[in-house]
């Protein structure tokens, strides 16, 4: 099973500022990584499929980038609506598909 | 407009059993692999099943193989999940979700999902 690591566990910033959120499997998922936001008491939203491939209607403010192993979602300048849970997913080797145990990004 | 409602929660007992259902509207359903994905109270997100459009694959997490049972009804545009011999450690909100690539492992659409607690 891949596992996947996110990092940090909490990032606490400003609106207008930018958020830098990392992925890491425990062996390459090649660029077979979606990433998630999900809002307290929401199902998630895709956000970034295959690494770095946005989603329908997501903002461009959301980029999607690495491969192999290491992953990075960065949203260029937060916006309110940005403060959310954000978890990455592998679809590299399956089943099982797995899931990061998730980043909150919260207002500071 | 795309929409997933599921049903089929609630409270249940250590060793019963329960029925998840999801309903599609809004895209033509019979063309695309479906998914359950529950979230524990607090925790993070994990993958239960799947299922192909057709019906000749299913996939499970191994915590619930021989227990849970993904199903889909293409006329009535609906998905199942069966659930017996339920567990403390099931207890979660399950979601359905809609296949984004056509391989079941990217998720586009979710429902509200559906709260599922195993406690006597």
């Known amino acids: 099973e891949i596992v996947l690591t996110q990092s940090p566990a909490t990032l606490s910033l400003s609106p207008g500022e930018r958020a830098t959120l990392s992925c890491r499997a425990s062996?390459?998922?090649?660029?077979?990584l979606a990433w998630y936001q999900q809002k307290p008491g929401q199902a998630p939203r895709l956000l970034i499929y295959?690494?770095?491939n946005r989603a329908t209607g997501i903002p461009a403010r959301f980029n999607g980038s690495g491969s192999g192993t290491d992953f990075t979602l960065t949203i260029s300048s937060l916006e309110p609506e940005d403060f959310a849970i954000y978890y990455c997913?592998?679809?590299?080797?399956?089943?099982?598909?797995?899931f990061g145990g998730g980043t909150k990004v919260e207002i500071k | 407009e795309v929409q997933l409602v599921e049903s089929g929660g609630g409270l249940v007992q250590p060793g019963g059993s329960l029925r998840l259902s999801c309903a599609a509207t809004g895209f033509t359903f019979s063309n695309y692999w479906m998914t359950w994905v529950r979230q524990a109270p607090g925790k993070g997100l994990e993958w239960v099943a799947n299922?192909?459009?057709?019906?000749?694959?299913?996939r499970y997490v191994d915590s619930v193989k021989g227990r849970f049972t993904i199903s889909r009804d293409n006329a009535k545009n609906s998905l199942y999940l069966q659930m017996n011999s339920l567990r403390a450690e099931d207890t979660a909100v399950y979601y359905c979700?809609?296949?984004?690539?056509?391989?079941?492992?990217?998720?586009?659409?979710w429902g509200q999902g559906t709260l599922v607690t195993v406690s006597s």
């Open positions: 299922i192909k459009e057709d019906v000749t694959e299913m």
């Open positions: 979700a809609r296949d984004l690539v056509g391989s079941g492992t990217v998720f586009d659409y």
């Open positions: 295959d690494a770095s």
């Open positions: 997913q592998q679809r590299y080797n399956w089943p099982p598909l797995t």
């Open positions: 062996q390459s998922v090649s660029s077979y």
